[in-house]
């Protein structure tokens, strides 16, 4: 009988790889964009990256994601900085982040399109419109689970009342935005 | 009349020994509470078969649940007293708050309707949703509330006459819908997260009924250190701790730590819950062989309303009866005679990759004694979020937020926790402990050796080029090398179990 403890090298693998590719493109990778991002991998490309998402005031969120990345950052696979001058964290690549990818080549290579495709659309982001997106993608999918796409003004509504600090316009290009993109569908 | 209630009619109070006294604030509550969906979890254990180790843990799911609808309205009550400005800078209503109020109440008396027989022990029983993942007993929840609940909310008089929150707006509330909106998603924070009710009853009421007191911390400090603030990177509504109270945030950390070591991951108690998942799947199979259902060995999903009644069925009674009258199978006798596997080996606390190794050579060397494995990473105790420390004016919800983690040394060092046990059955215990003092014993030889030739062969680098040598020594990465060789791995002595469980004849 074959049994495994080993330690979650894809889920490791991924934190560490993302944090190198955001950092090589000077993107600002903190704990909010790593949250997105992965969603965002999981959801939109269907990367099973084995985390469960829970909706919550600033989006998307697991809690094992972020247990991963304490986990990572003790283990040297990643640096995670307080950063001042925006009152976040920033995340870069820790001393032993290329031997965590290398632990984790299986998966990566496997998911690598997805990964790269993920960073360059989203990378770019600040974290709060990233939050939106999210955000708008979890109305999403929660509204297909009742078997039809949504309406375009029902998914602002519902969007709006979870992000009152975005105006409805700016919500509705964001819908029309992932819409055009093939990520999420709406009537 | 309290702050913030509607108090309709009567009230009504249950004794309680965490809280004092927990109040009914209304018919409704008091009807809800009646009901039977929530009247099984009288027959529902918090911790399972703890009372094995702990013989005080006998307390149900009834009584949390009423402690957590306490102390969310008592954290609700604080933080609108204390930060009223803060909450209407962020365009919360005070209209709407006895509304937001009596929802958070319902939803933490019902948030643990669905949980199955004995609590999270059942949960390895629960049917999958896609091929990899299992339904949760929140799900169970929301549905027994949508589906079994209408009559006693939707249809009551006093709901109908002035709150009208629907079933299923309880239903959505306790699995944190999209379409609940900001204001409850915040309060639900009150109910699932970091900082919320249901962690900070079920310590002290488990503490109090275990009598392992590491799970005190002080809950009236946490009422009024509880503050509003906004997530720096995006502007979103928080909870947080004002920054005078992060010592007690520290000693809420650390008591979940303690209690995860020392109760909810304690090596008999986690046994338990392996034998009682194989019993109820034994039960489950038998009881539903005609049921026409592809995977009747787990519980019925949540999906239809025959399978939820089918499930409500299930209760701690229902499956002690069946165990009394002799059912269960091998694991049932097990549970009977109190002959439950042994841990055999275990990995220290925070296990490194090395350590996860030796377990799984030992796990393979034991193959042939039908072991069964427990590992604390995969456990239903995690942590939900970070603490988050506010400084700053109260009455402004923009605040300077940090991680209690950047405060305070003690939680900043502390480790996930991933320690990995391998049990055996009783009558094999001796024979797997030769095999894994063999194990471990081979592992450490084969270690020193590995150290000698290291150091035999730095020596040789030192008396050729002995800057060079020093200078790689200093630059070398990091190697993996197990924190757990065997001095740390522990061997169980061949000794009878800790006195708190041979309390009773065998």
Request: glycine content about 6%; overall charge negative; some cysteine.
């Amino acid at each position: 009988m074959k049994i495994t403890f080993a330690i979650p090298w894809p889920r490791y693998g991924l934190i560490a790889d993302l944090t190198c590719r955001n950092y090589e493109r000077a993107n600002y990778f903190g704990k909010t964009a790593l949250q997105k991002q992965v969603y965002l991998l999981q959801t939109l490309f269907g990367v099973d990256c084995g985390y469960d998402f829970g909706l919550h005031t600033y989006g998307p969120f697991s809690a094992q994601l972020l247990a991963d990345l304490d986990a990572l950052s003790f283990m040297g696979g990643v640096t995670v900085e307080n950063d001042p001058s925006i009152g976040g964290y920033r995340i870069l690549p820790g001393e032993r982040c290329d031997y965590v990818r290398k632990e984790a080549r299986d998966f990566l290579e496997a998911s690598e399109e997805s990964i790269v495709n993920v960073v360059e659309e989203f990378g770019p982001r600040y974290a709060k419109d990233l939050e939106l997106l999210a955000t708008t993608v979890y109305a999403e999918r929660e509204a297909l689970l009742n078997g039809t796409p949504p309406l375009e003004d029902e998914l602002a509504d519902v969007v709006s009342h979870l992000k009152p600090h975005f105006s409805k316009e700016f919500i509705r290009e964001a819908i029309r935005d992932l819409r055009d993109r093939s990520h999420i569908a709406t009537r | 009349m309290r702050r913030g209630a509607q108090a309709v009619g009567k009230t009504f109070d249950f004794r309680c020994p965490v809280h004092g006294f927990v109040t009914v604030e209304d018919e409704w509550e008091r009807d809800i509470i009646q009901h039977p969906v929530f009247q099984r979890l009288r027959r529902i254990r918090q911790l399972a078969w703890t009372d094995m180790v702990y013989p005080g843990a006998v307390h149900t799911r009834f009584e949390h649940s009423l402690g957590v609808m306490h102390t969310a309205t008592r954290m609700f009550d604080e933080v609108w007293a204390r930060n009223e400005r803060a909450l209407e800078a962020l365009n919360f209503s005070k209209e709407s708050r006895a509304r937001d109020r009596k929802l958070l109440r319902l939803a933490s008396l019902l948030h643990d309707v669905g949980h199955s027989p004995f609590s999270h022990a059942g949960e390895e029983v629960m049917p999958f949703v896609t091929e990899e993942k299992r339904y949760k007993h929140e799900q169970y929840s929301a549905e027994l509330v949508r589906q079994l609940m209408t009559d006693v909310i939707d249809n009551h008089r006093l709901n109908q006459r002035g709150w009208k929150i629907p079933a299923s707006e309880i239903a959505d509330f306790i699995e944190g819908k999209a379409t609940i909106g900001l204001v409850s998603l915040f309060w639900r924070q009150l109910m699932s997260s970091q900082l919320d009710a249901d962690r900070a009853d079920y310590l002290l009421r488990d503490s109090h009924h275990t009598g392992v007191k590491y799970g005190q911390f002080d809950l009236d400090r946490l009422f009024i250190t509880l503050t509003v603030a906004e997530d720096p990177e995006t502007g979103a509504p928080l909870l947080a701790v004002a920054r005078s109270g992060w010592h007690n945030a520290e000693a809420l950390i650390l008591a979940r730590y303690m209690m995860f070591n020392q109760v909810y991951f304690h090596k008999t108690r986690s046994i338990y819950d392996f034998h009682i998942g194989e019993v109820l799947q034994t039960l489950l199979a038998e009881a539903q062989k005609d049921s026409g259902r592809a995977n009747a060995s787990a519980f019925p999903p949540p999906d239809t309303k025959e399978h939820l009644q089918s499930y409500f069925e299930w209760d701690d009674w229902r499956v002690l009866g069946l165990l009394h009258q002799g059912a269960g199978g091998e694991h049932g006798q097990i549970l009977r005679d109190r002959r439950h596997y042994r841990e055999v080996f275990s990995t220290p606390d925070v296990a490194t990759e090395a350590d996860l190794k030796l377990a799984e050579t030992v796990a393979e060397k034991l193959g042939a004694f039908a072991i069964h494995t427990d590992d604390a990473s995969t456990s239903w105790y995690k942590p939900k979020g970070e603490i988050l420390v506010a400084d700053g004016d109260v009455e402004n919800p923009k605040k300077i937020v940090r991680p209690l983690s950047e405060i305070s040394d003690i939680v900043r060092n502390m480790r996930p926790i991933n320690r990995v046990r391998l049990y055996v059955p009783l009558e094999k215990r001796d024979g797997a402990l030769a095999i894994v003092k063999k194990t471990l014993e081979a592992a450490a030889k084969k270690k020193l050796q590995k150290r000698r030739k290291g150091e035999a062969s730095k020596a040789e680098a030192v008396k050729s080029e002995p800057f060079k040598a020093e200078a790689s020594r200093r630059e070398a990465p990091e190697v993996e090398v197990s924190k757990g060789e065997v001095t740390k791995a522990e061997v169980i002595p061949d000794e009878p179990d800790a006195a708190p469980e041979t309390g009773g004849p065998a």
